[in-house]
Every structure is written in structure tokens, then in C-alpha cells.
């Protein structure tokens, strides 16, 4: 580099320098920018490029420093800028993007719905039912409303008038009563972790209850559960086929928010037959047909079952023409079959009571006839 290049440079630089002195000084920050703004853009040619960067980088520099003496923020460059616009760009693009998206599916659902109507239009005439004779659209209309309206009453309504199957007739055996057991939480309690997911626990005595009631009733699963849940549980519990059918939560009359197992869809003698749950809404309809247990919380030393078992084979070895005669002495009870076991006890001190009575009655029949006797001997010697 020369030294006839090198001179313009170092009197342009030192000319900025001394204008930015006396601006400073004045305050004028504003037309400080634009000074080095303007040195910035002109552009030297031939060797004089590198000493014009390096003016400029000493200009920026200085101009830095009193806008922080000054406490004002430094000016953006041509980058910031230039980033700032691209990204107003790539917004703008993307809304644009997005509108144009809303309005595709506004368009295809305007089609969609046109030509529903127009297969309306065309083809709503050729199912011959009570809305035949109505205007297409119409018809149409009316056949969805009614589809909606059957699907409710599905959800809300038992699937059938008649649950069950008709009674045994001989030579096959029919058990004379029918018990119907709810599943979740009175033969079997949800477990949930995250371990493990959803498991399902074992309540003691069920073995127990099944053989000891199988020939004397008609057992029933009938849950609130699905039956998806709830078949492969009652495999899993009942290995050897005690239970002879099963009901699940479609079998149900849904009511205030609750499954309610409406026993006269049974197609079984309601005075014979006894459903088993932890809720009463569940036997609502039909509240002397049913026993509310309480709700099993896992506990693996209930026996709550083995007592349900004895309750109900004292039922049907007594031979009672009518459960709900008996039921109802236990409708107002938290717990029956606690009930029942006081009562039993109760019966069973009764009973020893009257024994011991008779017991003593015989003795003392049996002092007196003796003193009788002997007294009959003596006055014939």
C-alpha cells in the first residue's frame, strides 16, 4: 500500500473523528448515526479498501462508547435489520398459509354438505318407511333424528325385555331360587399403580360361596362393567362353570346416573330371586329383592362371604316361599349380614335358653314322679 492511498484515508478518518468530537459535545447523537451510517456505505475503491474499513470500525466503536456513556442503545445494523425482516416475511407467509388452510376446509365442508343433500335429493325416496311420504330432506332428517333417538334408548333401555333364558324343565334340573352377584367390589376389588396398571384382587370365600350355593341356586354375574372387562375376570374366578350366566353393563336400565339391575327383565319369579351388591341404587326398582353389602376394600382376613353363604343356604334349606319377606327385615340394615349373625346369635341363646328349661322341667317332672312312687309303695306295705 502507498503512501498516496494511505494519506485521503487517515485525513477522512481523522476529519470523522474530529466531527464526532464537536457533535458529541453538543448532544446530537441522532446526526452522530447518520454520520456513521453515511461513512459506512460509501465504498473506497482500489487499495484504500482496507483503510476505509478500518476508519469505519474505529468510527463505530467510538460511537459506542458515548451512546453507553450516554446510556442510550446502540443502533441496529444492517443485519439486525435484515433478520427482522425475513422473520416478518416467514410470519406473514405462515398466516397466509393458515388462512389459506381455514378456508380449503370451509370450501370441503360446504361441498361435503352439498352433496349430501344432493344424494338426499336424488336417492331419499327409495326406502319405503313411515317417513316415505315426506319431501326428501325431510325424510332424511327425520330417519337421523330417529336414529339418535333408538341409539339413547339403547343406552338407557336393557338390551332385551327378556335377560335370561327360560327355566329348566325336566328332566333338567332348575335350582329353585336365583342369586345375582354384582362383580366389582363384592367378589372382586381394582387395584391400580403405576407399576403395574389396573389389577383385580380375589376375595376370600369365593370357591367357597359357588359350591356351596350351586345346587340350591341359579347363579348370575350381572356387573356394571362392560363385557369386555369383565368376561375374561369371571373365567379367571370361576374355573369350573358355576355361574350359569352372565349380564353385563348393557343389560342395565341406566337412571339418575346410575346402572340399575331391573329384576323383572330377569324372566325369573321375582319372589325367588335375590341380587347382591354394594350399592342399592343398583336394585332400586325392586329394593326388597336385593342386599346391600358393604363395599370390600381388599382386606385379605374378610369373611364376609363365608357368611353370605350361610345366610343364604339358610334361606333356601328353609324353603321360603317369598325372599322378599325376608330381605326386607334387612333393608334398613348398614351391614346384613352382621345383622344376621347377631340375630342368629341371638336365636341360638334363645334356643339354649328353651332347652335348658325343658331340661329342667323334665328333671323336676322326673323328682316328682319318683316322690309320687315312692310314697304309692309305702302306703300299700
Known amino acids: 500500500m502507498s503512501a498516496t492511498s494511505m494519506f485521503p484515508m487517515c485525513v477522512r478518518a481523522s476529519r470523522g473523528l474530529l466531527t464526532l468530537r464537536s457533535w458529541s459535545r453538543r448532544g446530537s447523537t441522532p446526526a ?24 469505519q470500525a474505529i468510527l463505530q466503536e467510538r460511537l459506542q462508547q458515548q451512546q453507553k456513556s450516554q446510556g442510550q442503545p446502540p443502533p441496529e445494523g444492517d443485519g439486525d435489520s435484515e433478520q427482522k425482516h425475513d422473520q416478518g416475511e416467514d410470519k406473514k407467509q405462515k398466516e397466509n398459509t393458515a388462512y389459506a388452510k381455514k378456508m380449503v376446509m370451509r370450501l370441503a365442508g360446504l ?26 330432506v ?20 336393557p338390551t332385551s325385555p327378556k335377560l335370561l333364558p327360560d327355566p329348566l324343565r325336566e328332566p333338567y334340573y332348575q335350582p329353585p331360587y336365583t342369586l345375582v352377584l354384582e362383580l366389582t367390589d363384592v367378589l372382586l376389588h381394582p387395584e391400580w ?45 370361576d374355573p369350573q362353570g358355576f355361574v350359569m350366566y352372565r349380564l353385563f ?40 329383592n336385593g342386599m346391600a353389602l358393604t363395599k370390600w376394600d381388599g382386606n385379605s382376613e374378610d369373611r364376609t362371604l363365608y357368611d353370605l353363604a350361610h345366610f343364604l343356604k339358610t334361606i333356601a334349606l328353609s324353603g ?19 345383622a344376621f349373625k347377631r340375630r342368629q346369635a341371638q336365636l341360638a341363646q334363645e334356643e339354649e335358653q328353651r332347652l335348658a328349661e325343658l331340661t329342667q322341667q323334665k328333671k323336676q317332672g322326673i323328682s316328682l314322679g319318683s316322690f309320687a312312687g315312692r310314697f304309692w309303695r309305702s302306703k300299700q306295705e
Not at 341406566?254 to 329384576?263: C, P, T
Not at 324372566?267 to 326388597?288: G, W
Not at 321360603?320 to 352382621?338: G, Q, T
Request: glycine share 8%.
Open 138 to 157: 325431510i325424510q332424511q332428517l327425520r330417519r337421523t333424528f330417529k336414529y339418535f333417538q333408538d341409539y339413547r334408548q339403547m343406552i338407557i333401555e
Open 320 to 338: 321360603v316361599d317369598d325372599v322378599r319377606s325376608v330381605l326386607e327385615n334387612y333393608a334398613l340394615e348398614d351391614d346384613p349380614i352382621e
Open 32 to 55: 452522530v448515526v447518520d454520520l456513521i451510517r453515511a461513512l459506512s456505505t460509501e465504498k473506497p475503491t482500489g487499495e484504500g479498501s482496507a483503510t476505509g474499513g478500518l476508519a
Open 111 to 136: 361441498m361435503g354438505i352439498g352433496g349430501a343433500v344432493g344424494m338426499v335429493y336424488i336417492f331419499g325416496e327409495s326406502i319405503p318407511d313411515e317417513f316415505a311420504n315426506d319431501a326428501p
Open 249 to 288: 353393563r348393557d343389560a342395565t336400565r341406566y337412571m339418575e346416573g346410575h346402572h340399575v339391575k331391573d329384576v323383572s327383565c330377569l324372566n325369573r319369579d321375582t319372589s325367588k330371586v335375590i341380587v347382591v351388591d354394594c350399592k342399592r341404587e343398583a336394585f332400586s326398582l325392586q329394593p326388597f
Open 193 to 237: 399403580s403405576l407399576a403395574t396398571g389396573w389389577r383385580f384382587k380375589k376375595r376370600p370365600g369365593i370357591d367357597y360361596l359357588f359350591q356351596q350355593l350351586a345346587p340350591l341356586y341359579e347363579i348370575v354375574i350381572f356387573t356394571a362393567e362392560t363385557g369386555m372387562t369383565a368376561y375374561p375376570l369371571i373365567d379367571s374366578i
